[in-house]
């Protein structure tokens, strides 16, 4: 004989073991109550505890979710960022690039200026030296080819020793004015 069919309830719900005599076993409806007869207080604690457990939880999943999309949205804008200041340095490099080279030519303009003084005061030497600095400058490749022209011809004037500078310095002011045009016209 099973256990099962040697316990025989009792009207009241509580099983009897007829072998052991009258000792009472909890029966199906006892078991439904135990939490109540076992501490019901602690039971709630427990599932409080483990519902709180469980929604700290989904907020931290949740909360890491939002951070990984903030900082995949900050890397975006960092991105875009870059590349408009990106955008904006290659235009910033290219207006310094352009400015330097105007900065070139003015002083290429002020050593041509400095070449007639000195013809003037009868230093052919510095003169010369002058002017040969001025053909180089305007004959290098990035310059416009008017002006690169006008550096041929500044390349071979080469003022004459002589008591009259007259005649010398009047070609090196019409230079000088050509040069300033086509500098002005390259603005």
Not at 47 to 68: D, K, V, W
Not at 139 to 146: D, F, Q, S
């Amino acid at each position: 004989m099973s256990t099962l069919a040697a316990n025989v309830r009792a009207p009241d719900g509580i099983a009897v073991n007829p072998r052991v005599g009258a000792e009472p076993r909890p029966g199906v409806a006892e078991h439904a109550r135990a939490p109540e007869r076992l501490g019901h207080p602690a039971l709630r604690r427990v599932l409080l505890i483990c519902g709180l457990a469980g929604l700290l939880g989904a907020a931290y999943g949740i909360g890491r979710l939002e951070g990984e999309l903030s900082r995949e949205r900050v890397a975006e804008q960092a991105a875009a960022k870059t590349e408009r200041h990106s955008a904006k340095l290659d235009d910033l490099r290219a207006l310094a690039a352009a400015q330097e080279e105007r900065a070139r030519l003015l002083e290429a303009r002020r050593e041509l200026h400095r070449a007639a003084l000195d013809l003037v005061a009868y230093n052919f030497g510095m003169a010369r030296e002058r002017l040969s600095r001025v053909a180089r400058a305007l004959r290098r490749p990035e310059v416009a080819p008017k002006l690169s022209a006008l550096g041929t011809e500044l390349g071979t004037f080469a003022p004459a020793v002589a008591a009259d500078v007259a005649a010398d310095r009047r070609r090196l002011d019409a230079l000088a004015e050509r040069f300033d045009v086509v500098l002005d016209a390259t603005e």
